[in-house]
């Protein structure tokens, strides 16, 4: 079974992005990927834990953010208060499926509309 971390949160501080979210982290390594979850207008980026995926999706809410940490290439941490996780690649695969979801019907009126609006 996939587990699932929403991320309720993001500030940047420090010279980094920090993603807060209320499940623990500790123990989650990151595997550098993402997938897109239009129905819910998130992207998801994969962390795996004893051999089963855990996503971490990011809502609209966050994404001003995630491109302000793009412009800057700033490092993205993921955090639940205690634990800190560094999320490597998420850039390369953001920048990536944020291209390919501009004017591509495929991911939904809607997800086309916010990509192209913040990214």
Do not use: C, H
């Not at 979210?21 to 993402?34: H, I, S, Y």
């Not at 004893?50 to 700033?74: F, I, N, R």
């Amino acid at each position: 079974m996939k587990k699932k971390l929403i991320v309720i949160g993001s500030n940047i501080e420090d010279g980094r992005l920090v993603l807060k979210t209320r499940e623990p982290v500790a123990g989650l390594a990151p595997k550098g990927q993402m997938l897109v979850d239009s129905d819910n207008l998130s992207f998801v980026y994969l962390m795996e834990k004893d051999d089963e995926y855990t996503y971490v999706l990011m809502p609209v809410a966050v994404w001003e953010d995630l491109k302000k940490g793009l412009d800057k290439s700033l490092p993205v941490y993921l955090e639940d208060g205690g634990s800190t996780v560094e999320l490597y690649g998420i850039y390369e695969e953001l920048s990536y499926l944020a291209e390919n979801i501009k004017g591509n019907g495929n991911y939904g009126e809607a997800m086309v509309s916010k990509v192209e609006s913040i990214f």
